[in-house]
Structure formats: structure tokens, C-alpha cells
């Protein structure tokens, strides 16, 4: 019988669905934060940090990168949509694009850095945990020679 996975060996989920999950898990936390405020605030900077982190863990092992680049990308894109749609969300009213998604960086690169490096961690573990250390668990490495279409030598005495 086998043990059941731990937390860091349980993401199975492909690389497109994961960046569709939290592109929109992020615009849900964004419409919220709207909704209820106007603008974004510690309640996105919170709910972004836990996305970052609940992606790393969704992720199957071989899309590693694809969500180790995507917590930036994510914030960008939704800074970019929002000047471009209410640059007040993020930054003054009167701001031209560029200038709102700057100061939206600028503003909530906190939880930009606490979330990126938290994704960043996390994938680390369980890369680390899904390859086993040398002499654990590796089962012993056959000979290659057996399967090799090269011709044999045949001794004759």
C-alpha cells in the first residue's frame, strides 16, 4: 500500500488551465475590491499572495515554468487592463496609461515580492521533493548494453 501524496506532490494540473485559473481568480479578487472600494487595496495585495501560492501547488511538475513566470505577468496585466479601463483603481485619475501602471507597481510590489517569492519556494520544494536524493528510493540502473543493437563479441577456444 502507498502512502498518500503529500501537499507538495499533488498538483496534477496542466500549465494552460493553471494560468486560466488565476487570470481569473485575480480579475474576481480585482472586481471585488472595485465593487467594494473603488479601488485596489491590502484586501487584493492579500488575495494575490495566496493565489501565487495556491498556482505553485496546482501545477504539475513538468509546467514548473510557465507558473514560476506567471505571478509578475499576472500583476502587470491586470495593472495594464485597469489603466487602460479606470486608471484610478491604481493610481491618480488624470495618469496616463504607462504612468498608472508604473504607480501600480510601485504601489502594491509588496505583495508582488512576498507573492513571487512564495510561488518561487514553493515550486523549489517540491521540484526537490518530486526528484529523490541519490541513494533513496533510486532503483539501481541496469545495464544498457543488454537492450543495444551492437553486435557481441563471441569468444572462440
Known amino acids: 500500500m502507498s502512502a498518500p501524496p503529500t501537499l507538495w506532490e499533488e498538483g496534477r494540473e496542466p500549465a494552460p488551465q493553471v494560468v486560466a485559473l488565476g487570470l481569473a481568480a485575480i480579475l474576481t479578487v480585482v472586481a471585488l475590491d472595485l465593487v467594494l472600494v473603488g479601488q ?9 499572495v495566496v493565489v501565487s501560492l495556491a498556482l505553485a501547488l496546482a501545477v504539475r511538475p513538468g509546467d514548473f515554468f510557465t507558473v514560476g513566470v506567471l505571478p509578475p505577468l499576472l500583476m502587470l496585466g491586470v495593472f495594464t487592463l485597469l489603466a487602460f479601463v479606470s486608471p484610478g483603481a491604481v ?6 496609461v504607462v504612468q498608472a501602471v508604473v504607480s501600480g507597481l510601485a504601489t ?9 517569492v512564495l510561488c518561487l519556494v514553493t515550486l523549489a520544494l517540491r521540484q526537490r521533493v518530486a526528484r529523490p536524493a541519490p541513494g533513496r528510493g533510486a532503483a539501481p540502473q541496469a545495464s544498457k548494453r543488454a537492450g543495444s543493437p551492437a553486435p557481441r563479441r563471441t569468444t572462440t577456444g
Open 108 to 116: 502594491h510590489s509588496g505583495a508582488l515580492l512576498v507573492g513571487y
Open 91 to 96: 493610481a491618480e485619475p488624470g495618469d496616463s
Open 40 to 48: 485596489l487595496t491590502l484586501f487584493f495585495d492579500l488575495w494575490f
